[in-house]
């Protein structure tokens, strides 16, 4: 399969702890987008990514946030003392020069769940 | 600043009768719109999009949609439900920065046997 693969599936933590989730864009990508979406609601846009350089933070990614692309490949992100509001589903998505479209293919999403 | 408006939060029709979900978008330019879906435990997929080419655009599964500058809006049209569409439908406009695409809220669709 060559499309978005995100790991780990599901992650259940208990308040304050860390996390990390990982996001493998389809190879030829050179952008990377990270969004949550909370139940009954569209995705949000948290960050994005050409190539290693992150270009792009919306105001929702708070300082408890980190994001990282080291080798303009993979994508990790870390949430650190986690809350119960960070309970969501955290979605990658990846594109590439395609025409003017950019158009973003989704990976399955991490569901985390916050105890 | 660009947003989308799904005017229905669920719709519900039968297998064999025709869908339409409705979007209104807001854009100070041209914008390039796209419908996504989502099943349930599964990642979003794309149908359709538009990029200021045709102003109808087919997507995916039958699908389709219609650019109408005038109405600011793009809904989306199926001729014939299947049980298989039962999702969660998603319009969305590309931000102008085209960093980034914004979500409307979702419109969740059910088809009734």
Known sequence: DTGVSQDPRHKITKRGQNVTFRCDPISEHNRLYWYRQTLGQGPEFLTYFQNEAQLEKSRLLSDRFSAERPKGSFSTLEIQRTEQGDSAMYLCASSGRQGVSYEQYFGPGTRLTVT | ?113
């Open chain 2, 1 to 113: 600043a660009q947003s989308v408006t799904q005017l229905d939060s669920h719709v519900s029709v039968s297998e064999g009768t025709p869908v339409l979900l409705r979007c209104n978008y807001s854009s100070s330019y041209s914008p390039s719109l796209f419908w996504y879906v989502q099943h349930p435990n599964k990642g979003l997929q794309l149908l359709l999009k538009y990029t200021s080419a045709a102003t109808l655009v087919k997507g995916i599964n039958g699908f389709e949609a219609e650019f109408k500058k005038s109405e600011t809006s793009f809904h989306l049209t199926k001729p014939s439900a299947h049980m298989s569409d039962a999702a969660e439908y998603f319009c969305v406009v590309r931000d102008s920065s085209a960093s980034k695409i914004i979500f409307g809220s979702g419109t969740r669709l059910s088809i009734r046997p």
